[in-house]
C-alpha cells in the first residue's frame, strides 16, 4: 500500500521546538513519549497550517502522543470551536491585531445606559 505524505517539511525543527517546549512548561505529568517524536508531529502539524496555540491545545488534550491521536485532537477542536480564554494560552501566543473601529467613550457610556433601561 502507498502512502501519501507531506512535501518537503517547510517547518523548522527550530519553530517546532518553540511549540513543544510550550507544552512541555505546563504539561503535567510530562509526556512518556521522546521529546524529538512529539517535535517532528508538531512539525507535521504546523506544515498543514494549524496554529501554534491550536497544537498546544491539543497536546494537552490527547491521550496518545500519535500523528493520528494528535490530528484527532485538532480536527475535534476546530469542529467544536473551541476558545480558550487568554490566561490559558501558551506564553508566545500574541493576539492578531483586530480591525475594528472604537467607539468614542461617551457613545459607550450612552448605549450601555440605554441597554440597562430596555432590559426588561
Known sequence: MT?????EPVTTT????????????????????????IRGIVRR???????ADEI???LHNTDA????AIEFA??????????????????FWKPEPENETRLPQEDALNQIRMMRTHRD
Open 56 to 58: 498546544v491545545h491539543a
Open 14 to 37: 527550530e519553530a517546532a521546538g518553540e511549540v513543544v517546549d510550550a507544552y512541555w512548561e505546563t504539561a503535567n505529568p510530562k509526556p512518556v513519549a521522546p521529546y524529538h517524536k
Open 74 to 91: 485538532l480536527r475535534s477542536a476546530r469542529k467544536k470551536g473551541s476558545v480558550r480564554s487568554p490566561a490559558a494560552r501558551p506564553p
Open 45 to 51: 502539524c504546523m506544515d498543514a497550517e494549524y496554529r
Open 3 to 7: 502512502e501519501l505524505h507531506l512535501n
Open 65 to 68: 502522543f500519535t500523528l493520528p
